[in-house]
Structure formats: C-alpha cells, structure tokens
C-alpha cells in the first residue's frame, strides 16, 4: 500500500501560478501522476511522469503546467502557471496499480 499525501493548493488569481507536492511513503519504480475533478465533473488526467522523466499532459494544461519527480524524495510535483478559472478543481495525486493509489486531494481554486 502507497499513501500518498499533497499539498501547495490554495487561491490564486488568473494568470497565476501555484506548485503542487506529493509525497509517496516509499519509492515509486514506475508511473506517478495527477488527475483533478472540478465541482459536478469527472475526475480528469492531467499529467503522467515515468521514472526516467517522461511525461504526457492533458491538451487542456499543455504549454502551461510541468510535471516532474525527485526519486531520491519519493515526490512528484506540478507546476502551474498561467492559471485559468477553468484550472478550478481539487487535484489528486496517482500511482497505478492493483488497487490504484490516491492521495486525499488538495484544492486549487483560481478567481477571475
């Protein structure tokens, strides 16, 4: 069992820029990600990040959010810039597996 703990959410304005952590309880060899749900959506994909450094974003964040870990602290994080109202949702950190591991999610709320 992973657990999984985020945190660096908050309020900011459009245009904005907030860094997400998360730290897992012990060392991931493969895939580790964030997904966010806005209020009355789907939990969405945002970005993936492999162990070597390969990453995949959603359309949606592209250009503007990265992704990357730190091995050696057992932590993935996401920078967020040019934050959009849109961007609005608590975001999960994510590692596969069999049961998939969440972490207890982190608001991030951005005002027009």
């Known amino acids: 069992q992973v657990q999984l703990l985020e945190s660096g959410g908050g309020l900011v304005q459009a245009g904005g820029s907030l860094r997400l952590s998360c730290a897992a309880s012990?060392?991931?060899?493969?895939?580790m990600g964030w997904y966010r749900q806005a209020p009355g959506e789907l939990r969405e994909l945002v970005a993936l990040i492999t162990s070597g450094g390969t990453t995949n974003y959603a359309d949606s964040v592209k250009g503007r959010f990265t992704i990357s870990r730190d091995n050696a602290k057992n932590t993935v994080y996401l920078q967020m810039n040019s934050l959009k109202p849109e961007d609005t949702a608590v975001y999960y950190c994510y590692v596969p597996g069999a049961p998939t591991s969440w972490g207890q999610g982190t608001q991030v709320t951005v005002s027009s």
């Open positions: 012990r060392s991931i060899s493969s895939i």
